[in-house]
């Protein structure tokens, strides 16, 4: 795909002889989420739950994350859309130009951050007197020249990396079974427990939660909607439960959220450090290339490629200021702020999807530019989430979701009748 024709892509409907099916997408779904925080979450789950507990709370939680983005994905590959534009013709072209996508933005950035701190943490264990802020910014700046290289480097990227990092995990499982019997796994017990199960869940949504919400992103470039149930299935539900399983089993005699100390406790040399930096590399590519779409929603006549590099550039200060140190809260936050978003596009795409698609198709200056009634259903949501959070009630996730979804439902309901009655 030439370049010009990629760049009017990031804001156009892919057409359909530009579609790839299901297995570049895959992989550029399964690259963001075989990842060092996935590993880390099973390192966190293993801290506070005993192993059965955390294999119920991954399974729960990334089943959850899986029909999220299926929903999600296939607004995507109906539309042809990125996660992006959707969000202008949901929320209104301002607020889901400037309020909606800078969110997501600032999340990605987010993650950027953080694989950019375990990549550099991955380096100051092959060469322990590297500063970490050097390291971390080196790091950072070889990952965003390679993410706006765009979405087919993408795909080959990941293509060398997940079956490094698969191999990895599945040695390092080898290696701890080799310490520990069936029966040591299954009487583990945490030394302090302090968080619920459904905390747990929450926190294992809030880890993929982005991933699940721009699914639209990748699955844009897919042809059916069973395409779609592939990417989702496979690169969420299934990957993302299975890497958690094995960083709980990893991380077993040494509890901790620290993946590269978990394989350097387990013996592992320069070689499993190299896989880490090179995951975390594919990952990365595609955090920076979802912002940089983002950033290209808001900024239209600036080049991708020159955003998706400042995207790069954000993300590195994060991991240069230690945003790995945050990381538990910076979960938390993601899954009280993203999820009740995709409660209103579900809404908005798949109840009212003639509506909604008759607004994208009449695109002019009248335009709507504040769908409130979108703010306020997302709003609602997010607030209900962190009520939920704080009093540890239900899955507040899920609970953000329903109430956005319910909000924005009845909302409309009351315009159609208003409209009906007044004509």
């Given at each position: ?304 490629f020159n955003l998706t590099l400042l995207a790069g550039c954000i993300g590195t ?99 159609i009748r208003c409209n009906l009655s007044n004509s």
């Open positions: 795909m030439a370049l010009k024709e990629a760049e009017s892509h990031a804001i156009s409907v892919i057409p359909e002889q530009d579609r790839l099916g299901w297995k570049a997408p895959l992989f550029n779904f399964m690259g963001v989420n075989i990842c060092m925080s996935a590993l880390m979450g099973g390192g966190i789950l293993i801290q506070q739950f005993s192993l059965q507990q955390a294999i119920l709370i991954s399974i729960s939680g990334n089943l959850i994350l899986a029909l999220m983005a299926f929903l999600t994905g296939y607004i995507g590959s109906h539309r042809g859309l990125s996660t992006y534009i959707i969000t202008n013709q949901v929320f209104g072209s301002t607020a889901g130009k400037y309020l909606i996508s800078m969110v997501l933005a600032i999340s990605s950035c987010g993650w950027f951050g953080i694989q950019t701190s375990i990549s550099a943490l991955s380096l100051q264990k092959i060469y322990p007197s590297i500063d970490f802020t050097l390291a971390a910014i080196a790091l950072g700046s070889l990952m965003t020249f390679f993410a706006a290289a765009g979405f087919r480097f993408m795909a080959l990227s990941n293509y060398l990396g997940i079956p490094l990092l698969l191999g990895l995990m599945i040695w390092g499982v080898v290696i701890t079974l080799h310490t520990n019997t069936l029966g040591d796994l299954l009487q583990y017990q945490p030394a302090n427990q302090g968080l619920s199960i459904t905390q747990g869940i929450n926190m294992i949504i809030g880890l993929f939660v982005v991933s699940s919400v721009v699914a639209s992103d990748v699955t844009r470039y897919t042809r059916t909607s069973k395409d779609v149930m592939l990417v989702a299935g496979i690169g969420m539900g299934v990957v993302c439960t299975a890497q958690q399983i094995c960083a709980s089993i990893l991380a077993i005699n040494t509890p901790t959220w620290d993946i590269t100390q978990t394989l350097a406790d387990l013996g592992f040399g320069w070689s499993a450090f190299m896989i880490i930096l090179l995951a975390s590399l594919s990952s990365n590519i595609v955090n920076a290339y979802g912002v940089g779409l983002a950033l290209k929603n808001i900024f239209t006549s600036t080049a991708r200060f994060f991991a240069a200021s230690g945003i790995i140190n945050t990381f538990i809260e910076f979960l938390t936050w993601l899954g009280i702020l993203i999820p009740s978003i995709v409660g209103v596009i579900w809404v908005d795409c798949l109840i009212f999807a003639n509506r909604s698609e008759s607004r994208s198709a009449h695109s002019d200056a009248s335009d709507l530019q504040v769908n409130g009634s979108a703010l306020t259903g997302w709003l609602t949501g997010a607030a209900t989430s962190w009520l939920c959070s704080i009093y540890d009630i239900g899955i507040p996730t899920i609970t953000g979701i329903l109430v956005s979804a319910l909000v924005y439902f009845g909302l409309n309901m009351v315009k």
